[in-house]
């Protein structure tokens, strides 16, 4: 359709001053300033083409009706999309021109979006329309042309004509149709569609085997044949690691996860690996057994006891979970197992801070209320805080603070021997009055001050001589705290 002989007669070339910043496609940017398709932007002495910058719809009309041959057209004084009016847009004549070509119907609401970025499969879509293309039958080139149900025609039909190389990957040749297109890659389509192309093929995968793979899907079940209603062998969540084995067949490959053969789809696998961070896990049980498969008569590979942490693999059976702890891999029923929270102390000062002012009676009170006790209440703030920031686990839960200092002592997580350096932000502190016959108080550590410590308090005076009670920031002697501990390291005893 193009008519570029024509138009080099009446357009005016274009010498771009950073056609070179493109290695890749410099002979197609020049080409397109060459024939004018092309105007760059204006710069002190010259014009640039700003290869990286995106290509926006109205840009794209722009481009294709230069490329046609700038052939006569009376944009109506009506505009077809409620977006674009000859007063609101630089390039109304060659939108409405597109829109009367039938190479652009705009959106369903009526719109064009002229500035929005061209997406690649709208990209094959604009084209497609300008050439009048037919979308060809057969085996797709594209392994991902399908998530473009509206445009998947066009994108396959630009293999036809050789315009895009897309990329080859482990899955085969990928179009990658939701990406941007940038203003070097729409100078090489059009240079390819105007001088001819060999057709673009299907590509062999490059995955080698003995490579991993990871899980895109939220859960993804690997089966015992590369086909759905296959029985599952495996399940995999969003992130889970597994070892491709060489074996394809149509979209899938064999692999193994959780020490176990089975198919998985390639539609839902990533060779890119993930930045997340594994799930920890804990032992809910004072010892759990790990096992070479998820079954009970299968051989042990571990014994763990409590206070040990490690992560869970993603991989699962039914209710087992494939999990890396104490140097090793083995499954376990997930009811053995307590998911760990990270320990962070912003939170929990958030909210301990958020209460400093309230004053309530020592039995009394909105923080006795809620664990339904009316004992004194230091150690139920503590407790209410850490509920409340989203860290239950961090410290014992008992409705009497000997009950609650007790449990920590046979905890083993207290440090009796305090100094400066182990008194940290989010730590909780137990205060120990003279003449030091045993803690009596609590409170959660805000900061250290030479010799002094401060801590966030639930019941106590606010330190002025006003005898009600309340939280309160309050400085106390290091000398009189008699022990303190990391919550996290709790959370670790308990299973968490």
């Known amino acids: 359709m193009s008519t570029l002989a024509e138009q080099s007669e009446t357009a005016s070339a274009v ?5 070179g910043l493109s290695a890749e496609f410099t002979d197609e940017i020049r080409w397109m300033g060459a024939q004018a398709i092309s105007t760059g932007y204006p710069v002190d002495g010259g014009r640039e083409y700003r290869p990286f910058g995106l290509v926006t719809r109205d840009a794209m009309a722009a481009f294709l009706y230069r490329y046609a041959g700038e052939p006569t057209f009376t944009a109506p004084t009506t505009p077809t999309f409620s977006d674009v009016s000859p007063s609101s847009s630089e390039f109304y004549k060659e939108i409405e021109w597109a829109a009367a070509e039938g190479v652009t119907r705009g959106y369903s609401d009526g719109t064009f979006k002229p500035t929005r970025p061209v997406t690649r499969d709208a990209m094959a879509s604009f084209i497609y329309g300008l050439e009048g293309g037919s979308a060809p039958s057969g085996s797709a080139v594209y392994v991902d042309s399908s998530k473009s149900s509206e445009h998947k025609g066009a994108i396959e039909w630009l293999a036809t004509q050789g315009v895009s190389q897309g990329w080859v990957t482990w899955r085969g040749r990928e179009y990658r149709p939701f990406g941007n297109v940038t203003r070097d890659a729409m100078a090489a389509f059009l240079y390819r569609l105007e001088h001819g192309a060999e057709p673009v093929k299907a590509a062999e995968p490059l995955l080698e085997a003995q490579k991993d793979v990871w899980v895109t899907a939220s859960s993804l079940n690997l089966r015992s044949q590369p086909t759905w209603d296959s029985s599952v062998v495996v399940t995999g969540a969003k992130h889970t690691r597994a070892r491709y084995l060489g074996a394809r067949e149509g979209g899938w490959i064999q692999v193994r996860m959780g020490g176990m053969i089975a198919w998985a789809p390639t539609a839902h696998l990533t060779t890119t690996a993930p930045s997340a961070a594994p799930t920890k896990v804990g032992l809910a049980d004072s010892r759990v057994t790990f096992s070479e498969r998820p079954n009970l008569s299968a ?37 053995n197992l307590n998911t760990v929270k990270p320990y962070d102390a912003d939170p929990i000062m958030s909210r301990a801070y958020s209460q400093v002012g309230y004053r309530g009676g020592n039995r009394t009170n909105k923080y006795s209320a809620w664990y339904g006790t009316t004992n004194p209440y230091c150690m139920v703030f503590v407790m ?24 920590l002592q046979r905890s083993g997580v207290l ?4 100094s400066r350096s182990d008194l940290k932000r ?45 939280v309160f920031e309050r400085r106390r002697a290091i000398s009189n705290i008699h022990s303190v501990f990391d919550p996290d390291d709790y959370a670790r005893s308990i299973g968490y």
């Open 15 to 19: 010498t771009f001053e950073d056609e």
């Open 299 to 335: 051989p042990t590979v571990a014994t763990v006891s409590q206070g040990t942490r490690g992560y869970f693999t993603g991989v699962s059976k039914g209710s087992w979970k494939w999990v890396s702890i104490a140097g090793t891999r083995g499954w376990t029923p997930a009811s």
């Open 384 to 407: 209410w805080v850490f509920h409340h920031a989203g860290y239950p686990n961090g410290v014992p839960h008992r409705g009497l603070y000997s009950d609650w200092a007790n449990v």
């Open 415 to 418: 440090d009796t021997n305090v």
């Open 426 to 470: 989010g730590h909780v502190a137990l205060v120990d009055w003279p003449p030091h016959n045993g803690p009596t108080h609590t409170g959660i550590v805000s900061r250290v001050d030479g010799d002094y410590v401060w801590l966030v308090e639930g019941n106590t005076t606010d330190g002025t001589g006003d005898s009600s009670r309340g």
